[in-house]
């Protein structure tokens, strides 16, 4: 779960000719590890649940926490905001890879904080697919089904993970406090895309096609992919549209959902394309991105500002597609 500097300096200074790119001065290395100290021990010292958390789940250049550490400081997080489903996902997902935690108590958590949220069982379809559970894979499957919701938290812990960094001395290479506030903000959507919980491989293979127990699956699938089909995410819709595809009544229906996995694929490549990202313009559209809510409705609201359609024409070639073509022609 480390970021670097160079990814925040990325987003914050860009390729427009109106930007000067900043430099980075010979000794930055020493500047980030000042910066990381210091960062750390306001975020503790602070000790609100925004800070202990981001404490937690921010890497902070090379002075990184073990996974007991991080929990502890999730723990403390929740202990300040009980109902919080967004800490109680995030805990989840580091009990279920630490030898020992207790899994259950966390799901419980996170099935109090946020009734009726399908992701809350992801550990449990992890564990079933692990022991070769075939049965208990399928009775996951149908509970996630019956749930109301799936939400990864994308945006949520982007939101908290912004307001545990406001109050953070200013980066190394921020030049003023447009580009700092800059930096931050894309340092907490950073943040929010390597502890998002959710781990989308255990649903797509619990749920591909080819296998024996797909046809007592299918139904249940098929309404997971619906349910994720309202993730903050494109890679949620993706899978969400991918898991109804396979589970399509009709040809039909198919070739419908192909084609709204090609318009975001058209929407992914052309959104950002000539982005300006100086500081001040990328400050709008991280705001921008903020009010959009999803990844997707940020996506087209970007297209939408640059008169881009927000379907392909006919002949727009899927570069993926290209790609695939290419490897089936050289085999």
């Known amino acids: 779960m480390r970021i670097g500097i160079a990814f925040c300096l990325s987003l914050a200074a860009g390729t427009a000719a ?3 790119p900043p430099v980075e001065p010979p000794d930055s290395g020493a500047q980030m590890a000042a910066w990381d100290a210091a960062s750390r021990a306001t975020l503790l010292a602070r000790g609100d649940a925004d800070s202990l958390f981001t404490a937690a789940v921010f890497e902070m250049g090379g002075s990184g926490l073990d996974v007991g550490q991080r929990l502890a400081l999730l723990d403390r997080a929740a202990a300040i905001e009980p109902m919080a489903a967004d800490i109680a996902a995030v805990s989840l997902a580091y009990c279920a890879t630490t030898p020992g935690c207790d899994m ?3 799901a419980a958590r996170l099935a109090h904080a946020a009734p009726g949220d399908a992701s809350a069982l992801t550990s449990q379809l992890e564990t079933a697919q692990a022991a070769g559970d075939r049965d208990g894979v ?3 499957l149908e509970r996630m089904a019956a749930q109301l919701q799936f939400n990864d938290y994308y945006r949520a812990i982007a939101a908290r993970a912004d307001r545990g960094l406001a109050a953070l001395p200013p980066m190394p290479g921020s030049r003023d406090a447009v580009e700092n506030q800059a930096m931050l903000e894309g340092y907490a959507y950073a943040i929010a895309a390597v502890a998002m919980p ?3 491989g255990t ?3 619990a749920c ?3 296998l024996g127990a797909y046809a007592e699956r299918r139904a249940a699938c098929g309404r997971i992919g619906v349910l994720l089909q309202g993730s903050d995410t494109i890679i949620g819709n993706m899978i969400g549209l991918r898991l109804a595809e396979w589970a399509a009544d009709s040809a039909a229906e198919r070739t419908a959902i ?5 318009s975001i694929r058209w929407q992914m490549q052309n959104a950002y394309k000539d982005f300006d990202s100086c500081p001040d313009s990328n400050l709008a559209w991280l705001e921008r991105r903020r009010a959009a809510g999803s990844e997707r409705a940020a996506l087209q609201g970007e297209l939408v500002r640059k008169g881009i359609p927000l379907t392909p024409p006919a002949d727009w070639r899927d570069p993926s597609e290209a790609v695939r073509d290419t490897a089936a022609a050289q085999h």
Do not use: W
Request: net charge positive.
């Open 198 to 200: 959710m781990r989308y």
């Open 203 to 205: 649903l797509a293979k």
């Open 138 to 140: 399928t009775a996951v």
């Open 258 to 262: 192909q084609q709204q996995r090609r």
């Open 104 to 106: 259950a108590a966390h």
């Open 208 to 210: 591909k096609p080819d």
């Open 18 to 20: 109106a930007c000067t």
